[in-house]
C-alpha cells in the first residue's frame, strides 16, 4: 500500500470515528467523548490538508482535473466549521460538519475516475471564482443546514414545553444557531453570486463554448433565485429564526442536487 | 483506629423548624472551644444552618456513646433547652458513617432541595471558623478537605445541580436557552408580585442588562424600581414600551389577559423578530396563549414552568445514585486514610529503635577504629542512618499495605511491635521450652549468619 493509500484510509478512520464519537456525545452529554471527537477531526482535517498538499505539488493539474473537488467541498466545511467552533464556541455543529466531511472525502475517492477538462488558459480564472467561490458557499450552507435543522428541533422543543429536558447543559442557545444561518446567508449569497456568473462571464469570453440554456444553468439559477429571496428576507426585511432556517434547508439542498448533476453530466470540454 | 470520628445533628427531616430555631447555634466559635473544655473531644466543628445544625468531634477510643451524650448535653446547655427535647430529634454516627455524613451534606444530597449549592459554602465558613480557633485538627482538617474534594467531585461528574429546580431559576435557565447570552437583554416585569420579583431578580443576577417595572400603581412600581434597580412606568404605558424588552415576566392578577397576539404581533414588526420571551407567572393568565403560536416567540406559564422543575427534581434524584456511588467510595478512601494513622506511632518506634542500634553500633565501631575528623565522622553517620532506613523502608511499605486491608490493620501492627520488640517487653526466662529461646545475642546472630554462609 502506498502512502497515498494509507493517508486516505488514515483520513477516513479519522472522520468516522471522530462522526461516531461525536453523535454519541451528543446522545450521552459526554463532554469529554465531544472534545476528543473534535480533536479526532482536527487530526483528519490536518490529515486532510497534507494529502491535498501533496496531489497539488505532485501534479498541479490535479486541480484542473476535477478529480477531487469532493474533497476541496468537504475540507473547507471543516474548515468553515473550526472558524465557527473559533468565533462562536459552537462544537455542536461537528453533527453536520464530520459526516458530511466524511461524505464528501469518500465521493471524491469513488468519483476519481471523473474528469472535467477545461481550456488550460482559462483554468485559473474559472477555477478561482467559479469553483472557488461555490466550494466556500457550499461549505458555508453546510453549517447552515446543520444550525437549521438544529434550530427548528429545538424551537419546536421549546414552543411544546420540552425545553430544558430536551436542550441538556450543552446544546448552544437558539440565537447561536440563528447567528450561524445570518452568517452563512451573508457571505454565502454573494459567493454564490459570484461563483454561479464567473461562469456565465466565461461563457461569453470563451469562443469555442457556445451558450445554452441546459438543466444544468436553469436549476444553478433556480437554487440562486431561492437564495436571492433569502438573502434579501434576511437581510432586508429581518427575517430571524425558523423561516429562515427552513429556506436555508432549501436552498442547501437544491444546491446539493444541482452540484450531483453537475459532477454525472459534465463533459469534457473539446 | 486509636481515635474516633462522631457526629450529632438535626435537620429539616428529623426535626421542625422550632426544634431547630431552639437549637440553632449563634455562637459557634465560642461553642468549639467550650465544647473542647467540657467534653472528651480532641476535635470538633460545629456547623449551623436554618436547616441543619452538626457537631463534629473526634474523641479518643472510649465508649462512643458516652461521648455522644456529653457533646449533646453540653449542646443543650448552650442553647438553654432541654437534653430529652434534643436527644429525641438528634441523628448520631460514629466513624465511617460520619465520614459518609458529611460527604453527603458537603455535595448537598442530604439538602432539602438536593443539589443546591449554598451548604458547602456555609461548611467553608464552619470550617473556617474551626481553623481560626484551633478546633479543628489533623483529621477535622482532613476530613472536611476532602468533602470539599467529593463535592467538587460530585458537580463535576454527575449532573446533580445542573438543572433548575425553581420557578425563577427555571425561566432565567429558558432565556439563557433562547438568548444564549443575557448580558444584551432587556426584561420587563409587568405587575410586582413576590415570585415576579424573585424571577427579576434572578435574570438581573444572571447578566440581564436592563429590567422596566410597569405596574398599576406607580409608587410600588418606584418601590420596586429602587430594590432592583430598574425603570418605572405606568402599566397604562407598557404597551408602548413592550418592543423595546426581550423578556417579560407578568404577574398582575387581572381577570383578563393583558398581553394579546395581535399587540405582540405588532411588537416583533417594530423589533424586526427578534425573539420574545414570556413568562405567565398570574393566575387567572396574563398573557393571551396565542402569543405561543408567533415565530420567535415562547410564552411560558406557571404550570409550564412547574413541569419543568418537577422534571429537573426527578432528574436530580436519578443523579443521587450516582452521586452516592462516589460518596460510598471516597468513604472507603477516608476509612484507609484513619487506618494508616494507627501506624504512625509504630513506623516512629521502629525508626527510631533501628536509628538507635545504628548509632550505638557507630559508637562501638569509632572506639575500635580511633578518633576520625569530623567530616569522616559526619560521613560514617549518614551511611548508618541511612542503611537503617533503607532496610526498614520494604516492611512499612507492606505494614501500610495491610492497613488498607478490612480489619488487619490492628493484627499486623500487634505483629510488627512483637517482632521488633517495639514494646521492650520482657520475654521471661522459661518462655517456650521446647523450642529455643527467642532471646539472643547479637554475636549469636553473627555466629548463625557464619554457618549458613559455609552451607551455602
Known sequence: ??????????????????????LTSVFTENDRLKRTAIWLAVLGFTFNTVDLGLTLSRDPAALSGGTFYFNIIGWCALALYFFLW???????????????????????LALGGIR?????????????LHIGSLVLTLGALIMAFGAGVAFLYYNRKLKTKEGLKAMGQSIPSLDKFDTVNRWAVLIGFPLYTLGLFSTFSWYLIAPFKPFAWDIMKIGS?????????????????????????ILALWVFAGMCVSLIHHTITFKAMP | MNKQIILI???????????????????????EQGLMAHCPVQECLALSTCNRVEIVAVAKKIPVPAVMDAVAEYWAMACGGSVELLTENIYRYADLEAVRHIFSVASSLDSMVMGEPQILGQLKDAYRSAVDKGTAKTIVNRLLHKSFSVAKRIRTETAIASSAV???????????KIFGDLKPTRAMLVGAGEMAELAATHLLRNGVKEIIIANRTLSRAKELAESLGGEPIQIEAMPDRLHEVDIVISSTGSPVAVIKAKDVKAVLRKRKNKPMFFIDIAVPRDIDPDVNALDNVYLYDIDDLKEVVDENMAQRQGEATKARAVVDLETETFGNWLNSLNIQPTIVDLVGKSEDVAMRELAKTLKKIGPVDERTHNALERLVLSIAHKSLHEPICFLKRRTQEEGSAERFIDLARRIFNLDEESVPKNAHLDRKSATCAPEDIEQYIEVSKKEQ
Do not use: C
Open chain 2, 166 to 176: 425553581s420557578i425563577s431559576y427555571a425561566a432565567v435557565e429558558l432565556a439563557r
Open chain 2, 9 to 31: 445533628g438535626l435537620n429539616h427531616r428529623t426535626a421542625g423548624v422550632d426544634v431547630r430555631e431552639k437549637f440553632a447555634l449563634t455562637d459557634i466559635e465560642n461553642f
Open chain 1, 1 to 22: 500500500m502506498g502512502l497515498f493509500e494509507t493517508l486516505h484510509i488514515v483520513i477516513i478512520a479519522l472522520y468516522a470515528l471522530g462522526t461516531v464519537l461525536f
Open chain 1, 86 to 108: 473559533w468565533r462562536l464556541r459552537l462544537e455542536y455543529l461537528a453533527i453536520t460538519a464530520l459526516p458530511f466531511a466524511l461524505l464528501l472525502f469518500v465521493a471524491s
Open chain 1, 116 to 128: 472535467v477538462i477545461m481550456p488550460p488558459q482559462l483554468t485559473a480564472l474559472f477555477f478561482g
Open chain 1, 221 to 245: 439559477l433556480a437554487v440562486w433565485f431561492l437564495f436571492a429571496f433569502l438573502f434579501h428576507q434576511r437581510v432586508v426585511l429581518g427575517w430571524r429564526g425558523r423561516k429562515p432556517a
